[in-house]
Every structure is written in C-alpha cells, then in structure tokens.
C-alpha cells in the first residue's frame, strides 16, 4: 500500500468516516477511543515525516554521502586545473558544491578561506583568481578540521 493511501485511510478514520464508503462510522467504535486516535494520529504524522524526508531526498545529487573514488577524484583534480565553474562541476559529478570545495581542500588544492561555500567569494562557484596549492605529503588538522600550515 502506497502512502498516500494508508494517510488517506488513517485520515478518514480519523475524522469518523469509513475510508471506502464515506459514510460514518458507528458511533462507541473503537476508533473513537482516545488511545486509538492518538495511535491513528501519530501514524499519519508518521507517514507526512517519511514522504517529507523522501521529497528532500530526492531534490538533493545522486551521489550525496557517497564515497569518492579514485577515478571521480581523478576528474574533479582536471576540471579543477581547468578552470571549470564548480557549480557545473558539482552538477556532473552528482553532489554539491559544498562537497566539491571540501574535497579540493582536502586535496590540498583550495584552502579554507579561498571556498565560495564559506561565504568569502559569493556563490557563483568561479575560481579564476585562485591558483593551486601543491598538494601536502602529511597533513594535520586543529579540532575545528581546519588545516595546519
């Protein structure tokens, strides 16, 4: 059963009507029993949550929380060194442009302060002025995962 239609049923219920004829329902039922509607209540909560958290599921990129591979690393490192806007960049590879600069700072190739996402450029995801970091053999980071020069 799809859950628009358990939510229809539950609502229905609810409200004292029977979900299949419309008519109402016999008065000293069980459904009219506090516990029961609570019960009921909750369930439709329930369903209007998880078609909620699927809806903002499906607007965010395919590959959100996905691991990277060394292959997808490998593409993001040449559009970087291209000069590719990373708005586009983000689009292609399925995740956000949040998720792109981390990855690049990570990578030693953008440094905390040069990210768009932090607010310092704007959004637009242009990186025309910033020039590549070589990338580190070791790496520390402080607690707040800022990098260590």
Request: hydrophobic content about 30%; overall charge positive.
């Amino acid at each position: 059963m799809k859950d628009q239609r358990a939510r229809q049923i539950l609502h229905s219920l609810v409200n004292g009507a029977d979900p299949f004829t419309g008519g109402d329902l016999a008065p000293g039922t069980v459904l009219q029993h506090v516990d029961v509607m609570r019960a009921m209540l909750a369930g439709c909560s329930a369903l209007d949550d998880r078609t909620t958290r699927e809806s903002r599921r499906a607007q965010q990129p395919r590959n959100i929380g996905q691991p990277w591979t060394a292959e997808e690393q490998e593409r993001l490192i040449q559009a970087f060194h291209n000069h590719e806007n990373l708005g586009e960049v983000a689009a292609k590879h399925g995740r956000t442009l949040r998720a792109i600069e981390s990855r690049l700072e990570i990578l030693g190739l953008l440094t905390r302060e040069q990210r768009t996402t932090d607010n310092r450029f704007g959004a637009g995801g242009q990186h025309d002025d910033i020039q590549p970091r070589r990338a580190r053999k070791s790496r520390a980071s402080s607690k707040d995962g800022r990098l260590i020069e």
